[in-house]
């Protein structure tokens, strides 16, 4: 892009066309509520509505900006106000901003030396947020620990696990190509991406053990001790332990402490997934979901759910970053430099599958910058009032019941008339257009979930969705 080129964007069209753009967005979410939240078109119709061969001649962006019409009816709206789907991904204006500017400036942090800003925001910012959520000091750059963001909680727990199976295997899970005897532990309530990591990282889906939950969802310790103790009388070797703070389908909330004393005994690295709640840190008072944190190895969050900094943006803390770097770090001699080699800097290649790597941390470091800690903490706490309030609305009808505690910003409820009758209950709420929510199964029943923290969101979108959740169940016979 310059200011003379025939076959690229001109930086005076590029200007013109970036104000298009952003007034286009700007429209879009003065509008969002005019749109159906969950799209409404069947398989194929966006496609049966696009050009059928690509243009031989480039078109002017006018026309390519007006194909938005036809792709705006297959979009669902995350970031609507009546989005209350599996969590929110919650954007906001410095984010985006903050996007655009990594974007445009099409830098690539693999090295400390391909960007040094790149990197050195990106380990101070995750320094920062460290002692914004009081976590453990071991988990800073300033110790053997560190913080770096990944795209998202899939991939720091499959980061994590490859770093806990060399750990384990004393590096020998990378050079010697046996049959793995390691194995790993999950709640029956942990999140499908820790058994696809299980698979990627080479363990094998039948070293995946499912440890019973409580009442309360939440993973039983004594239980996970007792497996472990079989499977060492049976020759195998327990390597790593996900415990989650805040799961999927309910927000159940590991007990890390017990946890971590039992990983602690046995020399198992703690894994603490804490991909939605984690965020609720940054408020003092929720700050004991996360007791225990200073037996894990590693710890999960997504600021791209609940801490206004859209997706995708998942930050991994490992306590002690050679156990990841040793694990992972490739180098062939067109990457080796200087600072490297002295170990003056952090490379992030080092820390990742990936390669390159964009400005990660600019937009965390414009969302924190922008809002400050108590903009933060004011924006969870009222996700947190908001989700209490709706909680008192349900357990005043007689028709619906609360199924899970609600400690952050989900509610799981059913409606009394029986797992059919919720799942229509569930498809006419969503084929309205003006609500979206998702289900979920607890002890074989259909459930509703309902989920809290859209950036567009107020208390009177949620009494409006509810009164409409209300009068759908009326009319269903």
Not at 49 to 64: A, E
Not at 245 to 254: F, L
Not at 392 to 399: G, L, M, Q, T
């Amino acid at each position: 892009m310059n200011k003379t080129s025939k076959l690229h964007m001109t930086t005076d069209e590029f200007r013109k066309q970036g104000y298009k753009v952003i007034d286009w967005l700007v429209e879009y979410y003065e509008n969002i509520e005019d749109y159906p939240v969950l799209s409404q078109v069947k398989p194929g119709e966006i496609r049966s509505n696009l050009p059928k061969d690509p243009p031989i001649k480039g078109r002017s962006y006018n026309d390519i900006l007006s194909d938005m019409d036809i792709m705006m009816p297959g979009m669902t709206h995350w970031q609507s106000p009546n989005f209350h789907a599996f969590f929110p991904c919650a954007s906001s204006g410095p984010a985006i901003l903050a996007d655009m500017i990594a974007t445009g400036t099409g830098i690539v942090g693999m090295l400390w030396e391909t960007s040094p800003s790149c990197t050195e925001v990106e380990t101070h910012v995750l320094d920062w947020l460290v002692d914004m959520m009081g976590m453990p000091e071991k988990f800073k750059s300033s110790t053997n620990g560190g913080g770096v963001i990944q795209d998202t909680a899939s991939s720091s727990t499959l980061i994590s696990l490859i770093g806990a199976r060399e750990y384990s295997s004393n590096g020998e899970f990378n050079s010697i190509a046996t049959k793995s005897k390691l194995t790993s532990y999950v709640s029956s309530h942990s999140h499908s991406s820790i058994e696809k990591a299980v698979k990627v990282a080479g363990l094998g889906k039948n070293s995946l053990r499912v440890i019973e939950a409580d009442e309360a969802f939440a993973m039983k310790p004594e239980k996970l001790k007792e497996q472990i103790e079989i499977d060492i009388l049976d020759g195998y070797i327990p390597t790593f332990v996900c415990a989650s703070v805040g799961t999927t389908n309910t927000t159940a909330m590991d007990p890390i402490l017990e946890i971590g004393k039992i990983c602690k005994k046995y020399d198992i690295w703690l894994h603490v997934d804490a991909a939605m709640a984690g965020a609720a840190a940054l408020c003092p008072e929720f700050r004991y979901l996360q007791d225990g944190l200073e037996y894990a190895s590693s710890y999960t969050f997504n600021p791209h759910k609940w801490m206004l900094t859209n997706f995708d943006c998942s930050v991994l803390f490992i306590d002690d970053r050679n156990k990841i770097t040793s694990a992972m770090s490739v180098v062939p001699e067109y990457l080796k430099n200087k600072g490297s080699e002295t170990g003056e800097v952090i490379d992030y290649m080092d820390w990742s599958i990936p390669l390159g790597r964009k400005f990660r941390g600019l937009k965390l470091w414009q969302v924190i910058n922008y809002y400050g800690i108590e903009g933060l903490q004011k924006y969870i706490r009222e996700d947190v009032d908001n989700t209490q309030k709706l909680k008192a609305w349900i357990e005043r009808d007689d028709n619906f019941e609360i199924v899970a505690p609600v400690p952050l910003n989900l509610i799981c409820f059913k409606h009394k008339k029986g797992s059919e009758f919720n799942r229509r209950l569930h498809e006419a709420i969503n084929q309205t257009g003006k609500l979206y929510i998702t289900r979920t199964k607890i002890n074989d029943e259909y459930i509703l979930r309902f989920s809290i923290g859209q950036t567009t969101g107020t208390i009177n979108h949620i009494r409006k969705s509810w009164k409409l959740i209300q009068k759908i169940a009326e009319e269903i016979d």
